[in-house]
């Protein structure tokens, strides 16, 4: 059974740092770009970072430029997104996902993705 299984979610004060996983069961994040998105209550799912199969070129949203950095093990079949200087409206579900392609647009299309973990929320306030 193909899964994608996120972990690493919680309560966190403002301007503290969280580390989400991703690891895929049933296939391998080989030929995949993995990426996050994350929901808020009230409000659309929206891209927040993707790494590309080779692992050398990612893409961030700009309300996380600078804070949140993404990675990927493919030994390990995970990726990673550690999250610093973590605000308020950083608060939501993230959802792992995958698809075999790459593109200037990929944080803008989730409709386009192959497969969606289940979410880990996590919640920044003080």
């Known amino acids: 059974q193909l899964q994608l299984v996120e972990s690493g979610g919680g309560l966190v004060q403002p301007g503290g740092s969280l580390r989400l996983s991703c690891t895929a069961s049933?296939?391998?994040?080989?030929?995949?770009?993995v990426g996050w998105f994350r929901q808020a209550p009230g409000k659309e799912r929206e891209g927040v970072s993707c790494?590309?199969?080779?692992?050398?070129?990612?893409k961030y949203a700009d309300s996380v430029k600078g804070r949140f950095t993404i990675s990927r093990d493919d030994a390990k079949n995970t990726v990673y997104l550690q999250m610093n200087g973590l605000k308020p409206e950083d608060s939501g579900v993230y959802f792992c996902?995958?698809?075999?392609?790459?593109?200037?647009?990929?944080?803008?299309?989730?409709?386009?993705?192959?497969?969606w973990g289940k979410g880990t929320l996590v919640t920044v306030s003080a």
């Open positions: 996902t995958v698809a075999r392609w790459y593109g200037s647009n990929w944080l803008d299309n989730y409709n386009g993705m192959d497969y």
């Open positions: 049933g296939f391998t994040f080989d030929y995949y770009t």
């Open positions: 790494i590309n199969f080779r692992g050398d070129d990612t």
